[in-house]
Nanobody, 119 residues
C-alpha cells in the first residue's frame, strides 16, 4: 500500500493559479501510475490527470486540457498538479491516487485538499 498526502489547496480568484503536491511513501513501483481526481459537492469523483513513472505517458480530462499540467519528481516521490486559468467550476476537493501499473483501478488515495475558485 502507498500512503499519499496532498497539499497546496486553497482559495483563489478566477484566472489565478495554484500548484498541488502529493507526497508518496511506502511501497512504490517503477511501473506505477499517479493521478489526480476531483469531487465537487453532490457530484461524482472525476479523473483530472494521470502520469506514468517515466512521465512519458500523460492524460488529461478535456475540461482541464491546456490549463493544468501534471508532473512528477521520482527522486522526491512527489507528483504535482499545476493549475492555471482557474475557473469557479474547478472548485472541488482534489485527490491524489496511485495504482501499481497501467492496468486495473487506483487502490491508494490521499485525504484530499480543497480548492475553491471565487468568481
Amino acid at each position: 500500500q502507498v500512503q499519499l498526502v496532498e497539499s497546496g489547496g486553497g482559495l483563489v480568484q478566477a484566472g489565478g493559479s495554484l500548484r498541488l503536491s502529493c507526497a508518496a511513501s511506502g511501497r512504490t513501483f517503477s511501473t506505477d501510475v499517479m493521478a489526480w481526481f476531483r469531487q465537487a459537492p453532490g457530484k461524482t469523483r472525476d479523473f483530472v490527470a494521470g502520469i506514468n513513472w517515466s512521465g512519458g505517458s500523460i492524460t488529461y480530462a478535456d475540461s482541464v486540457k491546456g490549463r493544468f499540467t501534471i508532473s512528477r519528481d521520482n527522486d522526491k516521490n512527489t507528483v504535482y498538479l499545476q493549475m492555471n486559468s482557474l475557473k469557479p467550476e474547478d472548485t472541488a476537493v482534489y485527490y491524489c491516487a496511485n495504482k501499481p501499473g497501467p492496468w486495473g483501478s487506483y487502490n491508494s488515495w490521499g485525504q484530499g485538499t480543497q480548492v475553491t475558485v471565487s468568481s
